[in-house]
T-cell receptor, first 112, second 113 residues
Framework: GNSVTQMEGPVTLSEEAFLTINCTYTATGYPSLFWYVQYPGEGLQLLLKATKADDKGSNKGFEATYRKETTSFHLEKGSVQVSDSAVYFCALRMDSNYQLIWGAGTKLIIKP | DAGITQSPRHKVTETGTPVTLRCHQTENHRYMYWYRQDPGHGLRLIHYSYGVKDTDKGEVSDGYSVSRSKTEDFLLTLESATSSQTSVYFC????????????FGPGTRLTVT
């Protein structure tokens, strides 16, 4: 079946460090891929997406590239801030039913 | 902001009691979803709706029922709450047109004692 695997957290970094959160997927067909972010005490917010191979999604300094050959959609940011502390979820969506399949989430902690 | 509210935001209830959670949207979206969020599991789909009175089961539907009598409201009911249903519950809508992304409400934290 379809599934998403994320690196386990928490990931702890210092402010201005480079961030990578790994996400790989298993899917039959060609899913759309998403990153959502959940700040403490809040609901999930769409961060970025990519709908086909080699697409790059970007938002708020975060980027992720849809790599079909490695079935990956790793999230990156060049210089993190304390305000980026949150839980990040990777998800895939098969366009046959538009349902989202979620990774377990990765908690990111940024220290000043 | 997709105009989604959930009520209550927090609830503590006893095992065996019925509980209803409400999701309300203001933008006339056709698709609505109920998820539960538990540590280590990400989000898991409970039920979804594709129109008034049209609903279907998700991955973890046992012990839950839903109703949608109006476009704007999607209710999740736990007929007889159990401790395993202690969780954070999120409602979502699918935005119509464009990318059809899902947008989420603020969540309801339910504790079953």
């Amino acid at each position: 079946g379809n599934s998403v695997t994320q690196m386990e957290g928490p990931v702890t970094l210092s402010e201005e460090a480079f961030l990578t959160i790994n996400c790989t997927y298993t899917a039959t067909g060609y899913p759309s891929l998403f990153w959502y972010v959940q700040y403490p005490g809040e609901g999930l917010q769409l961060l970025l997406k990519a709908t086909k191979a080699d697409d790059k999604g970007s938002n708020k300094g975060f980027e992720a590239t849809y790599r079909k050959e490695t079935t990956s959609f790793h999230l990156e940011k060049g210089s993190v801030q304390v305000s980026d502390s949150a839980v990040y979820f990777c998800a895939l969506r098969m366009d046959s039913n538009y349902q989202l399949i979620w990774g377990a989430g990765t908690k990111l902690i940024i220290k000043p | 902001d997709a105009g989604i509210t959930q009520s209550p935001r927090h609830k503590v209830t006893e095992t065996g009691t019925p509980v209803t959670l409400r999701c309300h949207q203001t933008e006339n979206h056709r698709y609505m979803y109920w998820y539960r969020q538990d540590p280590g599991h990400g989000l898991r789909l409970i039920h979804y709706s594709y129109g008034v009175k049209d609903t279907d089961k998700g991955e973890v539907s046992d012990g839950y029922s839903v109703s949608r009598s109006k476009t704007e409201d999607f209710l999740l009911t736990l007929e007889s709450a159990t401790s395993s249903q202690t969780s954070v519950y999120f409602c979502a809508i699918r935005a119509s047109g464009g990318g059809d992304e899902q947008y989420f409400g603020p969540g309801t934290r339910l504790t079953v004692t």
